[in-house]
C-alpha cells in the first residue's frame, strides 16, 4: 500500500519534472470544454492528509474509570491539519483545566509530520496535566540528540510547511522547563514514537486564615478562668464563694465567658473550661 510519504515523494518528483515556460504543455480541456495552464498545487511536494479512519484522533480522558470521548480530526490539506490538531488539543486540554501552553502543543504537532501523521492519536489525561502524542512513523533513533538544537531530518519537502531547521523539540522542552513541565519521547509499540507532556498539578489556594478578633476580658473575668481551670467545674454559688461575689454577679460572668466561647455548660448550671479558654488563659498565664 502506498504510503503518505510515498505520495509526497511522488508528488514532488512530478512537480519537478513539469516542463516549463512556452514548452509547457497545455492542460487537459475542463469540463466546460476550456483549456489553460495547469493549477499550480498550494504546497507543492506535500501530499493531502490522512482521512477516514487513518485520520488524527485526539482522546479526552473525563475519568480513567470510562472511555475517553474521541474527536477525529480532518482537514483540506496539511497545514491546516496543523492548524486544527493544535488548536483543538489546546482547547480540550484548557476545558479539562490543563495549562499547557499552545506553543508547545503546536511545535509537537508540526513535528508530526516526520512521521507522516502515521496513526496519530493524541491522549489528553489528568484534568488536562499530561498529553500524549502517538503514532507510527519511523521514530526516533537518537532520543538525546532530538531535543538539542540543529538537529533536524526534516526533507526540502517538509520544509514547505514547517520551519524544518530543529529548533521545534528544544524550544518546547525549554518552555516547558520554566513552568516546571517535562517533555519525554520514547518507543511506540508497533514502532513509531510516544512524546509525553507533564504539567505540575495546580495547587489549591488555601483559604485566607480568619482572624479571630481579640477577646478582651476583665480581671475578674481571667480569675474565672483560672478557677475553672482549677476546680474542674463550678456553678455561681460555688464560683461566688471564690470571688466574694453575688451569685448573680457569678451567673452574668459565666454568660458573658459562655457567649464567647471560653466556657461551656455541664448541667445542673455548672460550667466547665472550653479548648479556647484553656488556649486563652496558656497565652495570657
Same mark, same amino acid.
Given at each position: 500500500?502506498?504510503?503518505?510519504? !510515498?505520495?509526497?515523494?511522488?508528488? @514532488?518528483?512530478?512537480? /519537478?519534472?513539469?516542463?516549463? !515556460?512556452?514548452?509547457?504543455?497545455?492542460? *487537459?480541456?475542463?469540463?466546460?470544454?476550456?483549456?489553460? $495552464?495547469? *493549477?499550480?498545487?498550494? @504546497? /507543492?511536494?506535500?501530499?493531502?492528509?490522512?482521512?477516514?479512519?487513518?485520520? =488524527?484522533?485526539?482522546?479526552?480522558? !473525563?475519568?480513567?474509570?470510562?472511555? =475517553?470521548?474521541?474527536?477525529?480530526?480532518?482537514?483540506?490539506?496539511? $497545514? #491546516?491539519?496543523?492548524?486544527?490538531?493544535?488548536?483543538?488539543?489546546?482547547?480540550?486540554? /484548557?476545558?479539562?483545566? &490543563?495549562?499547557?501552553?499552545?506553543?508547545?502543543?503546536?511545535?509537537?504537532?508540526? +513535528?508530526?509530520?516526520?512521521?507522516?501523521?502515521? !496513526?496519530?492519536?493524541?491522549?489528553?489525561?489528568?484534568?488536562? @496535566?499530561?498529553?500524549?502524542?502517538?503514532? @507510527?512513523? $519511523?521514530?526516533?533513533?537518537?532520543?538525546?540528540?532530538?531535543?538539542?538544537? &540543529?538537529? %533536524?531530518? #526534516?526533507?526540502?519537502?517538509? /520544509?514547505?510547511?514547517?520551519?524544518?531547521?530543529?529548533?521545534?523539540?528544544?524550544?518546547?522542552?525549554?518552555?516547558?522547563?520554566?513552568?516546571?513541565?517535562?517533555? %519525554?519521547?520514547?518507543?511506540?509499540? &508497533?514502532?513509531?514514537?510516544?512524546?509525553?507532556?507533564?504539567?505540575?498539578? %495546580?495547587?489549591?489556594? =488555601?483559604?485566607?486564615?480568619?482572624?479571630?478578633? $481579640?477577646?478582651?476580658? %476583665? +480581671?475578674?473575668?481571667?480569675?474565672?478562668?483560672?478557677?475553672?481551670?482549677?476546680?474542674?467545674?463550678?456553678?455561681?454559688?460555688?464560683?461566688?464563694?471564690?470571688?466574694?461575689?453575688?451569685? #448573680?454577679?457569678?451567673?452574668?460572668?459565666?454568660?458573658?465567658?459562655?457567649?464567647?466561647?471560653?466556657?461551656?455548660?455541664?448541667?445542673? &448550671?455548672?460550667? #466547665?473550661?472550653?479548648?479556647?479558654?484553656?488556649?486563652?488563659?496558656?497565652?495570657?498565664?
Amino acid at each position: 500500500m502506498e504510503s503518505f510519504l !510515498d505520495r509526497l515523494l511522488a508528488d @514532488h518528483e512530478a512537480a /519537478r519534472r513539469q516542463p516549463r !515556460d512556452s514548452d509547457e504543455a497545455p492542460a *487537459p480541456p475542463s469540463r466546460g470544454g476550456m483549456v489553460g $495552464p495547469r *493549477p499550480e498545487p498550494p @504546497h /507543492r511536494g506535500v501530499s493531502g492528509p490522512p482521512s477516514g479512519s487513518a485520520a =488524527p484522533r485526539i482522546a479526552i480522558y !473525563d475519568t480513567l474509570t470510562a472511555p =475517553p470521548r474521541v474527536v477525529t480530526i480532518e482537514a483540506a490539506d496539511v $497545514p #491546516a491539519l496543523i492548524a486544527s490538531m493544535a488548536e483543538k488539543t489546546y482547547d480540550y486540554c /484548557r476545558q479539562q483545566g &490543563g495549562q499547557v501552553p499552545y506553543s508547545v502543543i503546536n511545535e509537537l504537532v508540526e +513535528n508530526l509530520l516526520h512521521a507522516c501523521f502515521r !496513526d496519530v492519536v493524541i491522549t489528553i489525561l489528568d484534568d488536562g @496535566h499530561t498529553i500524549r502524542i502517538s503514532d @507510527h512513523g $519511523p521514530g526516533v533513533d537518537d532520543k538525546e540528540r532530538a531535543f538539542l538544537p &540543529g538537529f %533536524t531530518t #526534516a526533507t526540502a519537502e517538509q /520544509r514547505l510547511v514547517i520551519r524544518g531547521v530543529g529548533s521545534g523539540l528544544p524550544l518546547a522542552r525549554d518552555s516547558l522547563q520554566l513552568l516546571r513541565g517535562v517533555l %519525554t519521547v520514547e518507543d511506540n509499540l &508497533g514502532g513509531g514514537a510516544v512524546f509525553t507532556i507533564r504539567m505540575p498539578a %495546580t495547587e489549591p489556594t =488555601p483559604a485566607p486564615a480568619t482572624v479571630q478578633p $481579640p477577646v478582651k476580658l %476583665t +480581671n475578674r473575668q481571667i480569675k474565672v478562668l483560672v478557677l475553672l481551670m482549677e476546680l474542674g467545674e463550678a456553678g455561681p454559688t460555688a464560683m461566688s464563694r471564690e470571688l466574694g461575689t453575688s451569685s #448573680a454577679t457569678a451567673f452574668r460572668e459565666f454568660v458573658e465567658l459562655e457567649n464567647k466561647g471560653l466556657i461551656h455548660s455541664r448541667g445542673e &448550671g455548672k460550667r #466547665a473550661l472550653a479548648e479556647a479558654g484553656l488556649t486563652l488563659l496558656e497565652s495570657i498565664l
